[in-house]
């Protein structure tokens, strides 16, 4: 059974760009959050969709948003990139949302 | 006070010995008790999960659930080189149910 799989793995972007991060969750899997985890806050909750709706969100400001699509896949997007959202960006899948979840091996940005 | 709350350590443990890890929360409405690992550079890999009052082994682990006291543990036994990483306690509260809310995590050296 494969794993969560978050793309792209590196990222590197300059300040005032947006980007786009995908996650694959497990099949069958159809809670997907996403986390942020720097050094200083450790792991923070960004959202949780489940079934194409956003079900909670975490105390991030409006540039940060995802999408679910149909097959349970997830995109998140942040725009107007600061040096601040430098940080290593975690996707978890769970079945339905307060089992366990499992976690891609994350995208680590660098804003420049 | 934080929701979370671990010793960050390190906890330094010799090659066989128990390793003991513990974590406090504060809400009382928890449900849900995760245990990840995480080695440096890597992303959190759930080890254990425990949903009710007791103790729940998985070979040489053990996680402990206090909901009186609002503690949870992880035992390590047999304690390996290959166990020394951070650990990262989580939890599930009721009004969130698929938000994980994490401690800083506690880092585990075994020492040969």
């Known amino acids: 059974k494969a794993g969560v799989t978050q793309t792209p793995r590196y990222l590197i972007k300059t300040r005032g760009q947006q980007v786009t991060l995908s996650c694959s969750p497990i099949s069958g899997h159809r809670s997907v959050s996403w986390y942020q985890q720097t050094p200083g806050q450790g792991l923070q909750f960004l959202f949780e969709y489940f079934s194409e709706t956003q079900r909670n969100k975490g105390n991030f400001p409006g540039r940060f948003s995802g999408r679910q699509f149909s097959n349970s896949r997830s995109e998140m997007n942040v725009s107007t990139l600061e040096l601040g959202d430098s940080a290593l960006y975690l996707c978890?899948?769970?079945?339905?949302?307060?089992?366990?979840?499992?976690f891609g091996q994350g995208t680590r940005l660098t804003v420049v | 006070q934080k929701e979370v709350e671990q010793n960050s350590g390190p906890l330094s443990v010799p090659e066989g010995a128990i390793a003991s890890l513990n974590c406090t929360y504060s809400?009382?409405?928890?449900?849900?008790f995760f245990w990840y690992r995480q080695y440096s550079g890597k992303s959190p890999e759930l080890i254990m999960f425990i949903y009710s009052n007791g103790d729940k082994e998985d070979g040489r682990f053990t996680a402990q659930l206090n909901k009186a006291s609002q503690y949870v543990s992880l035992l390590i036994r047999d304690s390996q080189p290959s166990d020394s990483a951070t650990y990262l306690c989580a939890v599930i509260n009721t009004g969130t149910a698929s938000k994980l809310t994490f401690g800083t995590g506690t880092r585990l050296q075994v020492t040969l």
């Open positions: 809400d009382r409405g928890s449900q849900s």
């Open positions: 978890a899948s769970s079945f339905q949302g307060n089992t366990e979840a499992f």
